[in-house]
């Protein structure tokens, strides 16, 4: 099957919802009879959950999915306002994002799905960076560097005179909460100066037109496009332990070294929705049989201990945030 698809062919549409049935008050579908499961959130998520949606369809086929892209941040909006079944995400969910749940009577269960490794990435054509440091990253990207930090040979000057352009997630993504997170030092602070898009498939496009561009998201795009990208180590030098410059990968990210750009990813469904069939046989695929396809997608997948407290989480109704 395919990964990760082109824009105009990938996403199911969820404007016929509320025709459907849609949301009831208090956090809840009024029926399950209409057969439809809305979805909504991260772009780097959605690879894993199309294609468990695909696979569940063949084996539901009077179950529809739909999937949007939203960004993390949109997803919970809309997964709080009770618009949503389950929301994607590449961040954990936070407080503020708790409270308007808890205020729209919106309970969830929080579920870790895979892990992830931010990738950095350039255009192929570049010979001049073959690795680059935190502290690197965060001269580019941090606010001050606006109108500052603007040529490649300002980084180091034995590489060209010419612009940086810049391409990253939209600030409604879980990718730059977490980017900026770790290393500018404070989620959401960033230069503004750079092409951003909630869809990866932007991102992807940009870099791999333009020999002067850097850009970053989720693993699964690069090794999906791996033919028209980059790959760049990174450095984590402000750790003592570290051993020099990581590339993601499976084993990186899966065992940490790949550092502090490796991530779990999650998806959240409100107990509410649990409470259709249709749901709960699509959260229960989904961490059995969807565990195969998190790496086919360019993910890693949590180990078989991690998949089965999920479950239980869910089979337990516990709700909130894991431990």
């Known amino acids: 099957m395919d990964k990760v698809k082109n824009d105009g062919c990938r996403m199911f549409f969820t404007v016929f919802l509320v ?10 579908p009024e029926s399950y ?3 439809i499961i809305a979805i909504d959130g991260s772009s780097t998520v959605f690879p894993i959950t199309e294609a468990v949606a695909e696979e569940f369809q063949q084996t539901s086929p009077d179950t529809r999915v739909t999937v949007g892209i939203s960004g993390t941040g949109g997803g919970f909006s809309k997964f709080c306002a009770g618009e949503t079944h389950i929301s994607n995400a590449s961040r954990r969910i936070s407080a503020d994002e708790v409270e308007v749940c808890g205020a729209s009577g919106i309970e969830f269960i929080e579920l870790p799905i ?7 990435v350039v255009n192929p054509q570049n010979d001049w960076v073959n690795e680059l440091t935190v502290n690197d990253l965060k001269r580019i990207w941090e606010p001050s560097a606006q109108g500052n930090v603007m040529r490649w040979n300002q980084l180091n000057a034995d590489w060209p005179e010419d612009e940086i ?3 990253g997630p939209g600030v409604d993504s879980g990718t730059f909460d977490y980017f900026t997170d770790v290393i500018v030092g404070e989620e959401g602070a960033s230069r503004g100066d750079f092409t951003s898009s909630e869809d990866d498939n932007v991102i992807v496009q940009g870099v791999s037109t ?3 561009a ?8 690069y090794e999906e496009n791996r033919d028209r990208l980059k790959l760049i180590p990174v450095d984590d030098e402000n750790d003592t332990d570290s ?26 469904v409100s107990t509410a929705a649990l409470d259709r069939p249709d749901v709960d046989a699509f959260i229960d695929f989904y961490l ?20 089965a407290m999920a479950r239980q989480r869910v089979q337990g109704r516990v709700t909130g945030l894991q431990p």
Not at 288 to 307: C, F, H, I, K, W
């Open 19 to 28: 025709a459907a049935g849609g949301f009831g008050c208090g956090g809840g």
């Open 33 to 35: 009879e209409t057969g």
């Open 114 to 120: 895979a892990y992830d490794g931010i990738s950095i």
């Open 165 to 167: 352009h810049l391409f």
């Open 210 to 212: 333009d020999e002067l």
């Open 214 to 221: 850097l850009g970053f998201f989720g693993y699964a795009y």
């Open 243 to 268: 051993s020099g410059p990581v590339a993601p990968s499976p084993v990186t990210v899966r065992d940490g070294t790949y550092r502090p750009l490796s991530r779990p990813v999650f998806i959240y």
């Open 288 to 307: 059995t049989q969807g565990a195969s396809l998190v790496r086919e997608v360019g993910y890693v997948p949590l180990n078989p201990d991690e998949y």
